[in-house]
T-cell receptor, first 114, second 113 residues
Framework: KAGVTQTPRYLIKTRGQQVTLSCSPI?????VSWYQQTPGQGLQFLFE???????NKGNFPGRFSGRQFSNSRSEMNVSTLELGDSALYLC?????????????FGPGTRLTVL | SQQGEEDPQALSIQEGENATMNCSYK?????LQWYRQNSGRGLVHLIL?????REKHSGRLRVTLDTSKKSSSLLITASRAADTASYFC?????????????FGTGTLLAVQP
């Protein structure tokens, strides 16, 4: 089975722009979660989607949004980019509703905001 | 912040030695998971221990969980240079019905050949 894929792997944007990141989960996985990783704040939960519905959202401003499609692929969007949005964005997929399952992470998208 | 704490922040050992990392967390949990990350890449799941378990083994990994102290430890035995990576604990808070994980601050392990 193919693993979790994320595109693009690297992005460079300037302040004020917006960006869309994509995540394709492992086949059969219906839950997709997004995390932001920075040196200062570490790994922080952004949001989780399950069957096209957002089930949980972390403590991030409304500039961060996401969605999930019927094939479980997910996108996250960041509008009006700020320098502090520079980070590694990771998505993870898992099989069932319960979090007793492990999560499988993609390689991440490295976003640099200039 | 809900973030868990890990110690040490960094650990340097020789190949063949054992490495122990500790994790403390703040809330009641359903389970605790350990992940490895190689230099800014994706996270690799290592092991999951449920709240009603006290110890779990997987190959050279041994994880313990003490819910009364809200702490866990990860032991890597007979370490190899390839074990060099950052290690994170992540907790699944009790009462949640989603896959939200709260990560610790991580331990950077360097295994010298």
């Amino acid at each position: 089975k193919a693993g979790v894929t994320q595109t693009p792997r690297y992005l460079i944007k300037t302040r004020g722009q917006q960006v869309t990141l994509s995540c394709s989960p492992i086949s059969g996985h219906r839950s997709v979660s997004w995390y932001q990783q920075t040196p200062g704040q570490g790994l922080q939960f952004l949001f989780e989607y399950f069957s096209e519905t957002q089930r949980n959202k972390g403590n991030f401003p409304g500039r961060f949004s996401g969605r999930q499609f019927s094939n479980s692929r997910s996108e996250m969007n960041v509008s009006t980019l700020e320098l502090g949005d520079s980070a590694l964005y990771l998505c993870a997929s898992s099989t069932r509703e319960s979090s007793y399952n492990e999560q499988f992470f993609g390689p991440g998208t490295r976003l640099t905001v200039l | 912040s809900q973030q868990g704490e890990e110690d040490p922040q960094a650990l340097s050992i020789q190949e063949g030695e054992n490495a122990t990392m500790n994790c403390s967390y703040k809330t009641s949990i359903n389970n605790l998971q350990w992940y490895r990350q190689n230099s800014g890449r994706g996270l690799v799941h290592l092991i999951l221990i449920r709240s009603n378990e006290r110890e779990k083994h997987s190959g050279r990994l041994r994880v313990t969980l003490d819910t009364s102290k809200k702490s866990s430890s990860l032991l890597i035995t007979a370490s190899r240079a390839a074990d060099t990576a950052s290690y994170f604990c992540a907790t699944d808070p009790a009462g949640g019905a989603t896959n939200k994980l709260i990560f610790g601050t991580g331990t950077l392990l360097a295994v010298q050949p």
